[in-house]
């Protein structure tokens, strides 16, 4: 047999989940192939890989896969890596651009619009490039390292980053022209303030029988591994991204949650509740738990 196939999220906030697998002492072990969100969960719809690290909303779009227990790219309250910019207060927002690169994201935006900013607006899907975006749009959904460069720009002009200046950029590497006068909102903040519950972003979900109980403790061995190095993980983040890594490591430690406990649940079976309810997925069925089924959540 051939090694099994792992499609990662290439995003930071997945780092600590496979640093085992990629430089730890997991590495070589198995297939691992990076993409951005929406990739990972159609490279698992397709069969080209066996377990990928997915947006949690498509869990409920496939079938004959399992979650893996205990682990999640979540967010207790405020995320930094997920955001939406306007150029009116949001309340005022007639079209949004949606970025492709997100499935759960673009859902829990959906849900806010309409139960917590008690607006309908016109969704424009749009590649992730923030400038264009604002330019078709009154508002946008900006994920993953891109938003997370912009928060800490923001952060700077605030006098929240140490140093000033915003990470060693230039003016032109701004993601968004004139940031000083676009309203920012914190997605996961926001749900948190609407639900009272966390949100989990990502899962791992795997086809079923791909992971066994010995593949399975490799997983949450890569994890506990990560979570153990997140200081390293900093470091060679910022240099590839050139942000401080102070703040990397600051947004790895506080802002991402890589667990999936009762909270984090908690707020992912609401998750489902309400995106079946809007018409976003067919239904919310029971999260099904690799190893587990007869103790399978109810959703």
């Not at 004959?64 to 995320?79: D, F, I, T």
Request: overall charge negative.
């Amino acid at each position: 047999m051939g090694k099994l196939r792992i499609s990662i999220v290439e995003f930071l906030n997945t780092a600590p989940l496979v640093w085992g697998f990629t430089d730890g002492p997991l590495a070589g072990r198995y297939d691992l192939s990076f993409a951005v969100p929406s990739q990972c969960a159609e490279d698992l719809r397709a069969g080209s890989v066996d377990v990928g690290i997915i947006p949690a909303i498509e869990y409920q779009r496939m079938e004959n896969v399992v979650a893996l227990p205990g682990m999640a790219v979540a967010a207790k309250n405020e995320v930094r890596s997920i955001l939406v910019i306007s150029k009116v207060p949001i309340e005022q927002a007639r079209s949004f651009a949606l970025d492709t690169n997100s499935r759960s994201s673009v859902g829990l935006v959906r849900l806010l619009c309409n139960g917590h900013w008690r607006i309908a607006p016109e969704f424009i899907d749009a590649p992730p490039d923030a400038e264009k975006m604002m330019e078709r749009a009154d508002a946008a959904l900006i994920i993953g390292d891109p938003a997370l460069r912009l928060r800490l720009q923001m952060d700077a002009l605030e006098g929240k980053v140490p140093g000033g200046g915003c990470c060693g950029l230039d003016e032109g590497d701004h993601p968004v022209k004139n940031v000083q006068t676009l309203f920012i909102y914190d997605v996961a903040q926001q749900w948190r303030e609407m639900t009272g519950l966390p949100c989990v972003l990502a899962i791992w979900v795997a086809r079923r029988s791909a992971v066994t109980p010995e593949i399975l403790a490799d997983f949450q061995a890569s994890r506990e591994y990560g979570l153990a190095h997140i200081n390293d993980i900093a470091e060679g983040a910022a240099l590839k991204l050139d942000l401080p890594p102070r703040e990397l490591e600051r947004y790895l430690s506080e802002n991402i949650d890589f667990s999936l406990d009762e909270e984090n649940l908690a707020g992912l079976r609401l998750y489902y509740e309400e995106c079946a309810r809007a018409g976003l997925i067919p239904k919310a069925r029971e999260l099904e738990f690799v190893g587990a089924a007869s103790i399978a959540h109810q959703l």
